[in-house]
């Protein structure tokens, strides 16, 4: 058997690109970033960048959600900070020709958080913003602000949405991940909106409360009140302990 020559392999460079998911005045909103240097300069983009040499995976996601957002990754078996977010490994890409620089691998990351303020742009993006799902990914095929031409997300960052998208609209389904859009305490109506914006859909408020608070360890009531949504006090509760939900929040079909 002859030894291994690093040297007959071509090199590649490997980053990690953040699909960053949070729901903004009712609507399912994506993180982007205007591109500030080639390729695709001026276009917008996920956020991202290259791993270093002494960073595994995890790490860089991690470490390149702080710089965009000054989130951090939580562990679920820790308790819950306020800055916090939802942080898991999404899927690899590896075409050949996604990257025009050379042979870049990207293993993308979905994260989820609640409502978050308006961004910073950081490394080469020179601005950023959450822009609609809907509008990102809407069928001109293109995004760009009012009075700007519409123009693709850059590299293959329209694949990699709308992956991480239907990620999170089918995990929400069988697991209590739709906490993770929700503050700390929220009401079932604030936990409904969440469903309806990720799924696109109006939801029954009667028939969701029913199924939410009859879920075991899925809500736990905190014992305080908010009047925040208007009207009577509604009652306040946070995640249980519950990771997977029996039986299942079925997605309706439209």
């Known amino acids: ?149 519409s123009a693709p997300l850059a590299f293959d960052h329209a694949r990699i949405l709308s992956d991480g998208v239907e990620r999170a609209r089918s995990k929400i389904e069988y697991s209590s991940l739709a906490t993770a859009f929700c503050p700390a305490e929220f009401t079932v109506g604030e936990l409904r909106r969440v469903y309806e914006a990720v799924w696109g859909v109006a939801l029954d408020p009667r028939n969701f409360h029913r199924k939410v608070t009859g879920t075991p360890g899925f809500l736990v009531p905190s014992g305080g009140t908010t009047t925040r949504q208007g009207g009577r006090p509604a009652q306040l509760f946070r995640a249980g302990g519950a990771t997977l939900l029996n039986p299942p929040m079925l997605r309706p079909e439209v």
């Open 1 to 149: 058997m002859s030894p291994y020559d690093p040297s007959a392999f071509p090199p590649f460079a490997v980053t990690v690109d953040l699909v960053v998911l949070t729901v903004r005045r009712h609507a399912l909103c994506a993180l982007v970033v205007r591109r500030g240097e080639p390729p695709f300069q001026g276009r917008w983009a996920l956020p991202g960048g290259f791993v270093r040499d002494d960073e595994d995976l995890s790490t860089a996601a991690a470490r390149e959600l702080g710089e965009e957002t000054g989130l951090c990754a939580s562990d679920p078996s820790a308790p819950a900070l306020p800055n916090g977010a939802h942080l898991e490994q999404l899927a690899t890409y590896g075409d050949p020709r996604r990257d025009p620089r050379m042979r870049v691998v990207s293993v993308a990351h979905l994260a989820l958080a609640p409502d978050l303020p308006a961004p910073r742009a950081g490394g080469d993006a020179h601005s950023a913003r959450w822009a609609p799902v809907g509008d990102l990914l809407g069928q001109d095929g293109g995004f760009g602000r009012e009075g700007d031409q």
